[in-house]
């Protein structure tokens, strides 16, 4: 049983063999299920309020990464949706990350439709209301992809001093305005020979549905099919195109790889409960976990291959390991064995994370 075992019950604070046993599956599925809706809501805040204590100091100046990911579901769990982009019944949780330094911030369970500019409204209304207590005098900048640039979020943004950097969705208007820069780097393509030539564009643009202009940056990437057209919407008025594309929205890529850290080798996708507040919570102590693995992983020496590991490469060789624990009067001994590749990190990374005593 698992609940028994030595290591879990060491990791826990507990001695190994004459500890109290952990609590069982069944109680950690009562755990799931037990919060109430008000605390739900206080589990997911606590979330943001250990982002910010995580800093020493309050930051100048954070970038923070919105985005929503597909979550399959198998059943009848409740805010489940049909989309038909993805062609399956789903939900879209919203995560939220400081992509610079892999810090989760936020994860909100949500429905599997395309979320509105209201609803990513009052997300961002109550996320930065929570992050300003801790934070009142920090400058924040927002990235996210095109579901994002909606005039309600937009709107909110300006109005409350927060930064935004937004993908944007390409149409006949937006086309027009870069086609005589898409027909001259094609032709300059040619010329110079070269199986790919960049060039970037800064104008402003309103939309129908948009009070006034906004920047526009256009990335234009000419290769040997054709002239691929990308946008950019942002309230940055410094930076030139090429910077604000390149070093400033691209770097948003990596949040695409925390949100598959917090999947794939975390498993948060597994929100299987009927109830949407008990898979909230799945969500929240999933995003216990990245933490813990997070610290674990800073803990190891920078030298070492294993400090930018990705969490499955880090539980194969440091937790997932065959040990032998033995409980004295004064002292707990854990023996490793002799063809263990990782034991000089492995009693390193232990020794820092040692606490007090049990």
């Known amino acids: 049983m698992l609940r028994n075992d030595p290591a879990f019950k060491l990791a826990c604070g507990r001695l190994p063999e004459t500890g109290q046993g952990l ?9 799931e299920n037990a919060p109430s809706l008000r605390q739900a809501v206080e589990l997911t805040r606590k979330l ?3 982002y910010c204590a995580s800093y020493r100091t309050a930051h100048p100046r954070v970038v923070l990464d919105i985005d929503d990911t597909v979550d399959a579901v198998h059943g009848q769990q409740q805010l489940s949706f ?21 810090r989760p911030v936020a994860v909100i369970l949500r429905t599997g439709k395309t979320p509105s500019g209201i609803e990513v409204r009052g997300h961002l209304r109550r996320l930065f209301r929570r992050i300003r207590r801790h934070w009142p005098n920090t400058r924040i900048t927002l990235r ?11 709107e909110w943004c300006e ?3 927060v930064d935004y950097v937004f993908g944007l969705a390409g149409n006949a208007v937006l086309d027009k305005r870069v086609a005589a820069l898409a027909t001259r780097l094609a032709d300059e393509r040619l010329r110079k020979r070269r199986d790919t030539l960049r060039r970037h564009r800064s104008f402003t643009y309103a939309a129908g549905t948009w009070r006034r202009e906004r920047r526009v940056v256009a990335r ?4 040997e099919k054709d002239v691929d057209t990308r946008f950019i919407v942002t309230s940055l008025s410094q930076g030139d195109a090429v910077h604000l594309y390149e070093r400033v929205y691209c770097a948003r890529g990596e949040a695409e790889n925390l949100i598959k850290l917090h999947k794939a080798q975390l498993a948060s996708d597994r929100t299987s409960c009927r109830s949407p507040l008990a898979n909230q919570v799945r969500l929240v102590l999933h995003t216990a976990a990245f933490w813990l693995m997070r610290e674990l992983r800073l803990r190891v020496p920078a030298a070492d291959k294993l400090r930018h590991a990705e969490f499955t490469t880090l539980r194969l060789g440091l937790v997932k390991v065959a040990a032998r624990i033995t409980e004295t009067t004064s ?7 002799s063809a263990f590749p990782n ?13 007090a005593g049990p």
């Open 23 to 31: 609590c069982s599956q069944p109680t950690v599925s009562r755990l």
């Open 48 to 50: 943001v309020d250990l």
């Open 82 to 102: 049909f989309n038909a982009h993805y062609d399956m019944r789903c939900f879209l949780p919203i995560h939220v990350y400081d992509t610079a330094t892999a």
């Open 144 to 154: 996210g992809d095109s579901h994002y640039p909606r005039p309600e979020v937009m």
């Open 159 to 161: 109005a409350n001093g």
């Open 220 to 223: 234009l990437l000419a290769c």
């Open 331 to 337: 002292r707990v001994r854990i023996a490793l064995a």
């Open 343 to 355: 034991a000089a990190i492995f009693c390193r990374v232990a020794l820092c994370l040692q606490t």
